[in-house]
């Protein structure tokens, strides 16, 4: 699996778009990046995940670039409840597994 | 999604002793994993629990310390064996569920070990 890199540490302000970003240079064509968020003391959290479209859900947006070297997840409305790890993943179609890596942790501040 | 639970949610045990971790899923599932998270780090994969056969461990983790069971499609057990201070940890169980989207993976609330 490729490996994915995060900044260690962002701040958002209460009510203001998150934009977490990710890079994953070396994803393959088979790759999907899934986004997970672990909130302190509970399991991850699926949160999205895209191959080469930009996706949507009721939690977040999902930007992949077009040449899929990078991505970013956005939370559109940050509220305290998002202060959390959040992880990039890139997974390969019929891998059984997923690795994480170090995560961000985003604190949405007052 | 799927209702994941494990049990004991936490314990506190003493260096040399054994603690089975029992995770129970809601729906039928494909795949069982269990994973560690050490204190202040990310999750680390230990094994796939497969149905009715040995589990598939990953580099740096062996059967004789961490035995699993899978004995049906919604529930497994992990072991920790002989434990010391440094299996303190969370362990997770994770499952991808069958039929949906087979690529989307949840996780149970995590059991809290501490070995003194």
Redesign the interface.
Known sequence: DAKTTQPTSMDCAEGRAANLPCNHSTISGNEYVYWYRQIHSQGPQYIIHGLKNNETNEMASLIITEDRKSSTLILPHATLRDTAVYYCIVRATGANNLFFGTGTRLTVIP | ?AV?SQKPSRDICQRGTSLTIQCQVDSQVT?M?WYRQQPGQ????IA?ANQGSEATYESGFVIDKFPISRPNLTFSTLTVSNMSPEDSSIY?C?VRLAGGSS????????TRLTVT
């Open positions: 999604s994941i795949m994993f990310s999750l680390t994969l796939t997770l994770s690529r989307e993976q949840y996780f149970g609330p995590g």
